[in-house]
């Protein structure tokens, strides 16, 4: 468990990249994209929680008023944000990134300057009338001891002048007229199809008529020929009408699937963006990036793409954090690229490129490159043999949650901090990151994300009992193993054609999803990308590439690592989508020794599933949590609390309210619908304390409401140890 002290640094040391987020979203939201405010009035709503948890008062009332205006000015009708509304929110932002780095040091900065701009702003968006702020009062804070702050940079005219108008970088709008042409010529459909069922009941009506005539029981000798002759007109008549049935059904079906493809179609052709906003908010981010940090640095952005709006939504805030993190830990201050020979400007390039089945794009700067002597030194205590590993296998460490190689509160000096939410925004479309760095030259990142989430390009294999599939844009070839180099680290790979190249490990895929089983020559093989190089896994049979429609793992019923959608087959069965940078991680672990059976089952401690978007406070409430004997889950939004909850099930929940996807009070309505989780004891955490709240949550029976403003860590103990004593 880290102390509070290390949170505390923790959060201080993220605060850089918040602020520099909140600013290129508050950015954004001038220039017209009102889509930012509600991830920007998250981002401070997450912030104000920290803060006040971690007992860090003046940040946290600052978030709290700078929220505030947020959702005043979503509230408002009045256009675009007024010079003061924006002058108090930036001001705002850069009086917290000050504050973080005066950690400790609060009492030297004067924030009622920054307070009384908020509350001007707040009272005329809320149409107050209240007077506007002094030319005193509207001076940006200030450091007793000397520090220069540089005021957040606006959109300058040349950003615009490389790519489209903002107009067409949003997604085209949805052409009403063609929707609505479509949606008539459905519902004309449906009513054809509604005469063709009361066709089919007459129909039915009279093959019942015939059945009856042809009813040997109480027949009459005498009338059999009349019957024969009735019954063959029925039948005739009969046939007449299903054969028009049929024929009309069927081009009823083929009109009706024609409509719902042109409707599909005008649907995706709105979902569509191009690359060019994304690219300007780039540019932005860099130019920001460098001026805080007083470097000087060149941002050069080149190319341009399609993309879904979804898959856009997730790539930028990956996009902005790799610049970011290039600018402020990639390149080095103007001495030591001096000392080193480099030009005094650094660089940090920025390229996109399209291809039929995704997209990719590749930030690469002439920094210092991947520091990995200090990575060991950082990973020394938790990973066995690491001094022993060579740079590419420590690249996948990069991403793993909480790393840093930072040696001081005040900054953060290593490339690997971050870069797990990088990994997770990219996950979740089913891209892929890959890292390229070479201490003193620099570092290449290459993220590979799908063109649209409608569907993906996949090259589907089969193994043993399993049908699966892996996304094209991950496969780099399919060899026919000659032969299998056995090693002392495992099973080899030479690619054909490179007898110098390093060697490529080796598994064989049915070992890999439990059916055991080792590489053989004959077998086909995959190469594969992966985030720091190639591996190979042995397959028993392969088909030529094609595109399916996708079911992503969250809409699934059941859960897997490995597995990241489902994609239905045209036989009825469906493929399994593989998620090849956790094939990898799996494929790397050394198998464990299986239990002995006459080993004693320990000790059952109790199981704590912490829900909490906000990562410093989730990792404070673990932490206490485990120094109470508990073992802990951890989710970052109520719906994947749910889905660990109803997998394990939990004997005690703490939630936070305001989450993304599920929020808190749906999490514990879910929990209370469900037999096996409805008495499991709940407790909430929140800055939404209020009334409404707090009536709501005890009518679902939630066992103690404790506000993060007045956290109080021996309360939540007791309320812990209470509820798990069964009281």
Same mark, same amino acid.
Not at 122 to 129: E, K, S
Not at 130 to 135: C, N
Not at 177 to 183: H, S
Not at 288 to 305: W, Y
């Given at each position: 468990m880290r102390s509070r002290a290390d949170l505390v640094a923790a959060f201080h040391r993220a605060m850089p990249d918040r602020v520099a987020q909140a600013t290129d979203l508050w950015l954004g939201y001038e220039q017209g994209q009102a889509g930012n405010l509600p991830v920007l009035r998250r981002l401070l709503h997450t912030l104000k929680g920290e803060a006040h948890m971690?007992?860090?008062?003046?940040?946290?009332?600052?978030?709290?008023?700078?929220?505030?205006?947020?959702?005043?000015?979503?509230?408002?009708?009045?256009?675009?944000?007024?010079?003061?509304?924006?002058?108090?929110?930036?001001?705002?932002?850069?009086?917290?990134?000050?504050?973080?780095?005066?950690?400790?040091?609060?009492?030297?900065?004067?924030?009622?300057?920054?307070?009384?701009?908020?509350?001007?702003?707040?009272?005329?968006?809320?149409?107050?009338?209240?007077?506007?702020?002094?030319?005193?009062?509207?001076?940006?804070?200030?450091?007793?001891?000397?520090?220069?702050?540089?005021?957040?940079?606006?959109?300058?005219? @040349?950003?615009?002048? *490389? %790519? $489209?108008?903002? !107009?067409?970088? +949003?997604?085209?709008?949805?052409?009403?007229?063609?929707? #609505? =042409?479509?949606?008539?010529?459905?519902?004309?459909?449906?009513?054809?199809?509604?005469?063709?069922?009361?066709?089919?009941?007459?129909?039915?009506?009279?093959?019942?008529?015939?059945?009856? @005539?042809?009813?040997? *029981? %109480? $027949?009459?000798? !005498?009338?059999? +020929?009349?019957?024969?002759?009735?019954?063959?007109?029925? #039948? =005739?008549?009969?046939?007449?009408?299903?054969?028009?049935?049929?024929?009309?059904?069927?081009?009823?079906?083929?009109?009706?699937?024609?409509?719902?493809?042109?409707?599909?179609?005008?649907?995706?052709?709105?979902?569509?963006?191009?690359?060019?906003?994304?690219?300007?908010?780039?540019?932005?981010?860099?130019?920001?990036?460098?001026?805080?940090?007083?470097?000087?640095?060149?941002?050069?952005?080149?190319?341009?793409?399609?993309?879904?709006a979804q898959v856009e939504r997730r790539l930028e805030p990956a996009l902005l954090h790799l610049v970011r993190n290039a600018i402020d830990h990639g390149i080095e201050p103007a001495d030591v690229r001096a000392r080193r020979g480099k030009p005094a400007r650094g660089t940090v390039a920025v390229t996109v490129v399209q291809t039929d089945a995704a997209v990719r794009v590749e930030v690469r700067d002439d920094g210092g490159g991947v520091d990995f002597a200090r990575l060991r030194e950082v990973l020394a205590p938790s990973v066995q043999d690491v001094a022993s590993l060579d740079d590419a296998e420590l690249v996948p460490y990069l991403f793993a949650h909480g790393l840093t190689t930072s040696r001081s509160v005040g900054a953060i000096s290593g490339r690997g901090v971050g870069l797990d939410v990088v990994a997770r925004e990219i996950g979740a479309l089913g891209g892929q990151v890959r890292v390229d760095s070479r201490p003193g030259l620099g570092t290449t990142i290459l993220l590979v994300v799908p063109k649209s989430l409608h569907g993906e390009e996949v090259v589907p294999i089969s193994s043993g009992r399993f049908r699966c599939a892996v996304p094209t844009h991950a496969v780099r070839s399919v060899v026919l193993l000659d032969e299998v180099l056995h090693t002392p680290d495992g099973p080899r790979l030479r690619l054909a054609g490179e007898p110098s190249a390093e060697l490529v490990p080796l598994f064989s895929l049915a070992a890999l999803l439990g059916d055991g089983g080792q590489p053989a020559p004959g077998d086909a093989a995959l190469v594969l990308h992966h985030a720091a190089g190639l591996f190979a896994v042995s397959v028993g049979g392969y088909e030529n590439p094609r595109p399916v429609s996708l079911v992503r793992s969250e809409e699934l019923p059941f859960t897997s690592p490995l597995v990241r959608g489902v994609a239905p087959t045209a036989d009825g069965e469906a493929l399994l989508l593989l998620d090849v940078e956790r094939l990898f991680a799996c494929a790397r672990q050394a198998p464990r020794e299986a239990p002995s059976a006459a080993a004693a089952e320990p000790k059952r401690e109790p199981l704590a599933l912490v829900v909490e978007d906000a990562p410093v406070a989730r990792e404070l409430l673990c932490g206490i949590l485990r120094a109470l004997g508990l073992r802990v889950e951890e989710a970052s939004d109520g719906r994947e609390g749910l889905a660990l909850a109803r997998a394990t099930p939990p004997d005690v929940v703490l939630t936070d309210l305001e989450m993304p996807y599920m929020g808190g009070l749906e999490l514990v309505a879910e929990l209370r619908r469900s037999p096996a989780l409805a008495r499991v004891p709940v407790v909430v955490l929140t800055t939404a304390a209020d009334e409404p709240n707090v009536a709501a949550l005890r009518g679902l029976g939630v066992r103690a409401v404790l506000s993060k403003q007045r956290f109080v860590e021996e309360e939540l103990r007791q309320i812990i140890a209470t509820s798990l004593g069964g009281a």
């Open positions: 971690l007992e860090l008062l003046a940040c946290g009332d600052l978030a709290e008023l700078a929220e505030s205006v947020i959702d005043a000015a979503r509230s408002s009708r009045g256009g675009r944000p007024t010079q003061l509304t924006g002058d108090s929110v930036l001001g705002a932002l850069e009086a917290l990134g000050l504050l973080s780095a005066s950690a400790g040091e609060e009492a030297a900065l004067d924030l009622e300057g920054v307070k009384a701009t908020l509350r001007a702003a707040l009272a005329a968006l809320q149409g107050g009338g209240a007077r506007g702020p002094t030319a005193d009062e509207l001076a940006p804070p200030r450091l007793d001891r000397a520090a220069e702050s540089v005021a957040p940079p606006r959109l300058e005219p @040349e950003l615009r002048a *490389r %790519g $489209a108008p903002p !107009d067409q970088a +949003a997604p085209a709008a949805l052409d009403a007229a063609a929707v #609505g =042409a479509r949606l008539q010529e459905l519902q004309r459909l449906h009513g054809e199809r509604e005469v063709l069922q009361r066709r089919l009941r007459e129909a039915q009506r009279m093959l019942r008529a015939l059945l009856m @005539e042809i009813d040997p *029981r %109480g $027949a009459n000798v !005498d009338r059999f +020929a009349e019957r024969i002759t009735k019954t063959l007109g029925y #039948g =005739a008549e009969i046939e007449r009408a299903l054969g028009a049935v049929r024929a009309d059904w069927s081009s009823n079906e083929f009109a009706a699937g024609r409509a719902l493809g042109e409707l599909d179609e005008v649907v995706r052709k709105a979902s569509v963006v191009r690359t060019e906003r994304l690219l300007d908010q780039v540019s932005l981010a860099a130019r920001s990036a460098a001026r805080m940090l007083g470097k000087d640095v060149e941002a050069r952005v080149e190319g341009t793409g399609l993309l879904d």
